[in-house]
């Protein structure tokens, strides 16, 4: 018999729906079908994340969802780019990125080993960006990537940087969808791909 497809929860803004891009191509989309090219049944994911949330606002939404499962085989979380991008302080976002990590956790039925976090892409690399001061964007992505690093590794939760590709992508054709500050599936797809090597590992 088939065994049962390990089910996925992504949580997120923008950049977890892929703002401007296909549905197919988000990568806890892309993810859950590299994971099944390579064996591993991951189902395609539920969805919880909007275009513009904060982590204040990615709690209040998991919250009001109705979504009270405890038994996702994966999670994963990718946010902290609206803190940074409205000027809130690293103090809050790391107060409020360990309380998602344990509602993350609580999602995976008390097992931090079956969360994965990705890191913030560097909007400041965007051609939306391009009469910004891309030099403290990444510093203050710096900042708060380095934050929810040391949270992760508190709380026992895999950290996958995928902030150096997002850097990669500057003046590339065909990796930012028409708004000009998020990306296409191509450039998704690195996303995925780096995190599949440690979603193996923490499933298998």
């Given at each position: 018999m088939p065994t049962a497809a390990i089910s996925y929860l992504a949580l997120g803004d923008s950049y977890t729906i892929g703002?401007?891009?296909?549905?197919?191509?988000?990568?806890?989309?892309?993810l859950a079908a590299q994971a099944r090219a390579h064996g591993l049944n991951l189902a395609s994911p539920d969805i919880i994340a909007r275009t513009g949330w904060t982590t204040a606002e990615l709690q209040a939404a998991i919250a009001a969802s109705g979504n009270r499962r405890r038994d996702y085989g994966l999670v994963s979380l990718l946010i902290g780019v609206n803190n940074q991008y409205r000027g809130q302080g690293v103090d809050l976002y790391r107060r409020e990125f360990r309380q998602l990590l344990a509602t993350a956790t609580a999602f995976a039925g008390g097992k931090a080993g079956h969360v994965v976090v990705l890191s913030i892409p560097d909007w400041g690399q965007t051609p939306f960006a391009h009469d910004r001061d891309a030099a403290q964007i990444a510093r203050e992505i710096d900042q708060f990537n380095a934050?929810?690093?040391?949270?992760?590794q508190a709380a026992g939760v895999a950290f996958v940087a995928v902030t150096d590709l997002t850097r990669a992508a500057a003046g590339a054709a065909g990796q930012f969808t028409s708004d000009g500050l998020h990306y296409t599936g191509p450039q998704m797809r690195q996303w995925a791909s780096r995190a599949l090597p440690v979603v193996q590992g923490l499933l298998k």
């Open positions: 703002e401007g891009a296909a549905a197919a191509d988000r990568w806890p989309v892309q934050v929810a690093q040391q949270e992760c």
